[in-house]
Every structure is written in C-alpha cells, then in structure tokens.
C-alpha cells in the first residue's frame, strides 16, 4: 500500500458542531504533516508529528486539534470553527521523521466547508 | 531561514512546444529541492527531488529539473507540454535550519496548456 488516504472527501459543518478529519498510511513512515490551503495558495503548514510526538505546531488556533494514535494514524479534530477556516485540508507522510531529508506523500484532502 | 521563490505565477504555453518553470531557493545548508504538481481538487504529487547527487534531475512524466548551485535555482523543465500538464506547480526547499527539516514550499506557478 503506497498512499496515503483521508477521509471523509468532503465535509460542511456548523460553527457549533464538533467533527474529525482522518488521515492513514500503511507505508511505515515516521512523520505525518496536516497543511491547509486556500484557493491557489501553497500549502501551510499546522502541525507535524514525528515518531508520534507533536513536534511542530505552528501556532494553529486551538480550534484545532491533532492527535496521532499510532504510526498510521492521524486525526485532527475541529470545533467551533469560523467560516474563515473553509480550505482544503492534506495530510501527508514521509518515510524519515524531521531529523532527515525525504520527499512527502500526500492524500487527495478533505474539502472543508464552515457554515 | 530557507526561502524559495517561484518566479511566475502563471506559464502559458501551447501543445508540444517546451516547459520552462522558475524556482530560486535561499539556503545556509546545501538544500534539497523538490517539485510537486498539484492537479484540480486533488493532492500533491512528487515530480522529482535533488538531494545532492547528479545535478540534473529527472522525474515523472517526461519532466527534470537542473540543481544550479552558482545560480541558487532549480527550473523544472519538460521539451514537450501535453495538456493533462496543466496544474499547480510547487517548488519546495527542505535544511536543517531552526533543528528539524521542515520544508518550505514556493508560492506556487499555474502551467496554463493551450490546445
């Protein structure tokens, strides 16, 4: 198994509603990444886990919630979310953790809507 | 601090005629350098990566990309664009600068393919 997979695909939720976005791979790697992005714009970078410990938060509103429960699996859990927040969001992998260079994999994303 | 700038942000070219996108990076490290596509609504892809081996670089789909260390760029290249070419590129420098081997990606550069 090569990829790397999320779901759900698409998502439109309430300002007061509570949500989660999951993000898997079965390919061994030791980082896992969420980016958001905007209508073409680059990717931003939220959060990194590396070897399963949150390693990079680059100051994500607390609205935003990650969590990685094993290896293979990558959460991140949404609540009370504004409108602003509407973006795709990609989880990607890559084989080493932060301490050595490698390339990312990436899921296709889950298109977010906030009402 | 790592930087990348991606000198257009849009290519226009016409079927079969050559591909030229502009990457420039900052790096106190020897870098590596990657190239993304990011087609419609969907994720990113790995097109190729220089990681301090041969110069010249060659990916999927017929593109490569030349490691010009004097220059501090790396131009993505293909000598015949096909209109499923047409996507979002992204330009990305990863160091060890600030610890860890975070990358940094380019504003990004939409290839445009005429019929």
């Known amino acids: 198994d090569t990829e790397v997979t999320q779901t759900p695909k698409h998502l439109v939720m309430g300002m007061t509603n509570k949500k989660s976005l999951k993000c898997e791979q079965h390919?061994?790697?030791?980082?896992m990444y969420w980016y958001k992005q905007k209508a073409k714009k680059p990717p931003e970078l939220m959060f990194v886990?590396?070897?399963?410990?949150?390693?990079i938060n680059e100051s994500v509103p607390s609205r935003f919630s990650p969590e990685c429960p094993n290896s293979s699996l990558l959460n991140l859990h949404l609540h009370a979310l504004q409108p602003e927040d509407s973006a795709l969001y990609l989880c990607?992998?890559?084989?080493?953790?932060?301490?050595?260079?490698?390339?990312?994999?990436f899921g296709p994303g889950t298109r977010l809507t906030v009402l | 601090a790592q930087s990348v700038t991606q000198l257009d942000s849009h290519v226009s070219v016409s079927e079969g005629t050559p591909v030229l996108l502009r990457c420039n990076y900052s790096s106190s490290y020897s870098p590596s350098l990657f190239w993304y596509v990011q087609h419609p609504n969907k994720g990113l892809q790995l097109l190729l990566k220089?990681?301090?081996?041969?110069?010249l670089v060659k990916g999927i789909n017929g593109f490569e990309a030349e490691f010009k260390k004097s220059e501090t760029s790396f131009h993505l290249t293909k000598p015949s664009a096909h209109m499923s070419d047409a996507a979002e590129y992204f330009c990305?420098?990863?160091?060890?600068?600030?610890?860890?081997?975070?990358?940094?990606f380019g504003r990004g550069t939409s290839l445009i393919v005429h019929p």
């Open positions: 390919m061994g790697h030791r980082a």
């Open positions: 220089y990681t301090s081996a041969a110069t």
């Open positions: 990305v420098v990863s160091d060890p600068s600030g610890g860890s081997y975070i990358p940094t």
């Open positions: 990607a992998s890559s084989p080493l953790g932060t301490s050595g260079v490698n390339e990312q994999f």
């Open positions: 886990y590396s070897y399963e410990k949150l390693s």
